[in-house]
């Protein structure tokens, strides 16, 4: 019996899990299994909340009806040459496989870092939230202005005092000038300090020390600069990307029988760019590995990658959010307006349940229409 390995249990592995499902069809003679070290699915794009555990779905739920393994250890090693995987101490045998374990946060080599809080796990998210709930007027020092750094102060800014830190001197340098009139806004608003141009060069329990020397009391210090693809991606043959993703071909492959998708596939958005390791593209990287690995499997036709228009929702707290379109990330919603923008896409990101049906015919859809594209 053919078998079709998924590594991970995020967005990519999930919908990976769903696009070869469908393929298979009722064929019998294939087997597909999802490894993952956890039960749940967390939605990641949603950790700075108040109460991270909301933000979870029970993977049974999306991969027992429609006949998906789930097999809960962790993948410590990968044989292409073999078409093997070593997990749980286990070596499990594949004819496809898809790599789809995501990416971690980098974590700096500094004094005191024992003492970092970070939202890029359910484990950290619940202890952050933990930590702060039930005090009143605490200090919390953000690290990192980029995408993660700017929703987490501007969540914490509705409870207490935030002093936002970054390495260059604006905020959302990644994000472009299109929108940080916007950010900086809603930093005035709820009152974010901001220490730019510097960094954090040490922590302590109740403190962190700045590069200027300044020390900042703090209640807790959150660390969200910096992201890595999974060691895993090493080994695979395919070329890496900076940030350890594999460089894929259009239909997502990244060895003989292995494929790649998510936050540790660098697969091409167009002529000029990428995707960016974010729920927008993994769901889709997901779905299109997925479908592949299962078509390969059975002999059918490939489907080439194709990402959907290219958007931002950052959150900003009280001061609603910021919705962006096109990599130049023109500002179509701001505030209130952006706010419901970003709850929407943030209910859209759920994966149906329970239902079979409705699972597999999801999973024939690389991306969905933005209703808010055009319009405002």
């Not at 946060?105 to 970070?118: E, T, Y």
């Not at 962006?324 to 209130?336: D, H, I, L, N, Y």
Request: aromatic content about 6%; charged content about 20%; hydrophobic content about 45%.
């Amino acid at each position: 019996m053919a078998h079709i390995v998924i590594v991970g249990g995020g967005f990519a592995g999930v919908w990976s899990a769903a696009g070869a499902a469908r393929v298979r069809g009722e064929a019998a003679d294939v087997r597909i299994t999802l490894i993952s070290p956890s039960d749940q699915l967390v939605l990641r794009p949603r950790m700075y909340e108040a109460e991270p555990d909301l933000a979870t779905v029970e993977l049974s739920r999306v991969l027992e009806p429609i006949g998906v393994g789930h097999l809960q250890a962790t993948v410590t090693a990968i044989d292409t040459g073999r078409g093997t995987v070593t997990a749980g101490g286990e070596v499990i045998a594949y004819e496809r496989l898809v790599l789809a374990a995501g990416s971690a946060l980098v974590r700096p080599d500094l004094p005191g870092a024992q003492h970092l809080f970070d939202v890029d796990t359910l484990e950290g998210a619940r202890r952050l939230a933990g930590h702060l709930r039930g005090r009143d007027g605490f200090t919390a020092v953000v690290v990192g202005a980029g995408f993660t750094g700017l929703e987490v102060a501007t969540e914490l800014a509705g409870r207490g005092r935030v002093v936002l830190v970054d390495r260059s001197d604006v905020v959302g340098v990644e994000l472009g000038p299109g929108p940080r009139p916007a950010i900086e806004a809603a930093l005035d608003k709820l009152a974010v300090e901001r220490q730019l141009g510097t960094s954090v060069t040490s922590v302590g329990p109740d403190h962190a020390i700045l590069s200027d020397g300044s020390r900042v009391e703090a209640d807790a210090v959150v660390w969200t600069a910096g992201i890595q693809a999974s060691p895993l991606t090493a080994q695979l043959p395919s070329e890496r990307d900076r940030l350890g993703r594999l460089l894929v071909d259009r239909h997502l492959r990244a060895g003989r029988a292995e494929f790649a998708a998510g936050d540790t596939a660098a697969a091409r958005y167009d002529d000029g760019h990428f995707v960016m390791p974010s729920c927008q593209h993994a769901i889709p990287l997901g779905m299109v590995a997925g479908h592949n690995a299962a078509a390969d499997v059975l002999g059918l036709e490939l489907r080439e990658f194709e990402a959907g228009p290219y958007v931002t929702c950052l959150d900003l707290g009280e001061a609603g959010a910021v919705f962006t379109r096109g990599w130049e990330r023109a500002v179509m919603a701001s505030g209130v307006d952006g706010k419901e923008v970003k709850r929407w896409i943030m209910e859209v990101i759920h994966p149906p349940v329970d239902d079979a049906a409705t699972i597999l015919a999801a999973s024939d859809h690389p991306f969905f229409e933005i209703p808010f594209y055009e319009s405002r």
